[in-house]
């Protein structure tokens, strides 16, 4: 089996050698409790494969005890996988960002990887390729206050053989809650905190992914809660993309114009927009006063790497500026990687929108 044939329309004539495998959470007794209770605090195991095989498509939608979510359940929630017998996890992200849109928010959009869908988006879809040579196991973690609701499909294709190397899938996610900006007061103008100021290292721009190995990167979610109070012109972009690979110095070979320009858009864009590969699925208040969610993923240009990734963005032109950055990133790499963190669940929380 060739794992880069899966999805593609002019593969669908070709035979394919696998057997199309399911775990759910139907109800075992054959009642319509198709569900499983998580306990706050517990760790489950929703899905343990153990063959060869390929996740072609998860669906989750989650809920708490009684039909009424706690407040930020879907950031209070971990996702995480784990491939071929290793100890830490390659996925480790909160429940409702791995599915495309941070902030604990749901909403309805469609992109190529990833989708949330109605009702209120609280249907997720995840499309990514997770292959995997020997096993596989996925589980669900419950940092919330109260029992949490898991209905899920993960959908999988068992194979005996690939046909090529692999790498296997990652996810990991970086919060900086407020990004370490300057103070506006300290310029002569609000333009010139707005436009001004030398970047010449990128040392102090947000890191969407900080990866090691051989590999390619595949893109990412970004989440900003704009939380300035100015009332003059308050768009949080302006902030250069800057991607380093294998160590190069600054300026790196892929060095972008601007957030909105990384994310394939113009002009400080408020109107929401859903294409397969770049989007902006909450586009804040006026004056992009809030909260925002701009997606890029790489899937027709992954960025590739032979021993190190650090995708950074600056939070404001010269990194100006204070606000709540989060981001998801996607990659695909050879093991073994870096392990992955995360933060508390104290510290994984949104702002309220009046912060």
């Known amino acids: 089996m060739n794992p880069y044939q899966i999805g593609r329309l002019d593969n669908l004539m070709i035979p394919r050698q696998s057997r199309r495998k399911r775990i759910s959470s139907y109800d075992r007794r054959g009642g319509n409790d198709d569900r499983i209770y998580i306990k706050p605090g517990e760790t489950r195991v929703i899905a343990d494969i153990k063959t060869k095989g390929v996740i072609t498509h998860i669906w989750m939608t989650s809920s708490n005890q009684g039909f009424k979510p706690e407040t930020h359940h879907l950031r209070k929630t971990l996702l995480m996988a784990y491939w071929d017998d290793e100890t830490e996890p390659s996925v480790l992200v909160p429940l409702g960002d791995f599915f495309g849109m941070g902030h604990a928010m749901t909403k309805n959009f469609v992109s190529a990887p990833l989708q949330m869908s109605p009702e209120d988006g609280k249907g997720f879809n995840s499309w990514w390729v997770m292959p995997f040579q020997k096993n596989a196991k996925l589980a669900v973690k419950n940092e919330c206050d109260t029992d949490l609701i898991l209905y899920f499909y993960i959908d999988y294709e068992e194979v005996d053989a690939f046909d090529t190397d692999i790498l296997t899938f990652h996810a990991s996610w970086h919060r900086e809650c407020l990004t370490q900006g300057k103070d506006p007061k300290t310029f002569e103008t609000h ?67 601007g957030t909105e320009d990384y994310v394939n858009m113009a002009w400080c864009p408020r109107q929401t927009y859903s294409a397969p590969y770049h989007g902006l699925i909450q586009g804040g208040d006026e004056n992009w006063k809030g909260k925002i969610t701009y997606y890029r993923y790489h899937i027709q240009d992954p960025i590739t790497f032979e021993q190190s990734i650090k995708v950074t963005i600056e939070h404001g032109h010269n990194n100006n500026r204070s606000d709540d950055w989060s981001a998801t990133a996607y990659w695909y790499q050879s093991e073994p990687h870096q392990p992955l963190s995360i933060k508390d669940v104290k510290d994984r929380l949104p702002l309220d929108d009046e912060s």
């Open 191 to 257: 333009h010139a905190w707005c436009f001004e100021g030398d970047n010449t290292t990128g040392d102090e721009n947000f890191v969407i992914l900080d990866a090691k190995g051989k590999g390619h990167y595949v893109g990412c979610h970004i989440d900003i809660h704009n939380v300035s109070k100015s009332p003059e012109w308050d768009w949080p972009g302006e902030g250069d993309d800057m991607i380093f690979i294998d160590g190069e110095p600054w300026p790196p070979n892929l060095h972008g114009t």
